[in-house]
C-alpha cells in the first residue's frame, strides 16, 4: 500500500516554533557557495545553495509554508543557507569528507537541513538551515573560464 504523505500534520510541525530536521533529497545544486561565505550583499555574508526540486516537491512545500522560488529556467527551487559564524557546512561525497569548491551547477546532492518558523517584522518565515551536503552526482566547477578558438 502506498504511503499517503499528511500535509496538514506536517505543516503543523513546521509551525510549531521548534527546529525541524529533514533532508532534501536528490536535489541539483544551482550556485553554490559552501566553502566561502557569499559576501555579495552583507559585509558578513553566508554560505547558500539553490537546491532545484521538483513540482511535487515545491507544492507541497509552499502548502507547508516554505518560500519556493523559481529560477531563470522556471525550475522550482529552496535556498539553503548557513551562518558564517557556525563554520562551514560539512560536505560528503561517498562517505568521505569532500571539498566543495569543486562542486558545480547541476550536482546532485541530499542536503541535510532544518528549519525553525518565526515572524520577522510581522512577517512570517520558514528559512532552511544547511547542515550536511552529501554529494551524489558531482558535476565538477570549472572556475568560470571558456576556451574559444575563434579564427
Known sequence: MAKVKDLDSLKEVFQSGE?????????????????????????????????????????DMKYIGFNVKKNVEGQDYVEAKRKPALGRPKVTMEGEDFDPRSIGNGTVATVKCSARY??????????????????????????GTTDVDPF
Not at 533532508?23 to 557557495?33: A, K, M, S
Not at 515572524?119 to 551524489?136: A, R
Open 19 to 59: 527546529y525541524v530536521k529533514f533532508p532534501l533529497n536528490n536535489v541539483i545544486l544551482e550556485w553554490p557557495h559552501l566553502y566561502e561565505p557569499d559576501c555579495k550583499f552583507d559585509s558578513v555574508g553566508k554560505f547558500h545553495v539553490n537546491c532545484i526540486i521538483s513540482k511535487s516537491q515545491a507544492e
Open 118 to 143: 518565526m515572524t520577522v517584522t510581522g512577517k512570517k518565515h520558514l528559512p532552511i538551515y544547511m547542515e550536511e551536503v552529501i554529494v551524489e552526482d558531482l558535476v565538477t566547477y570549472d572556475g
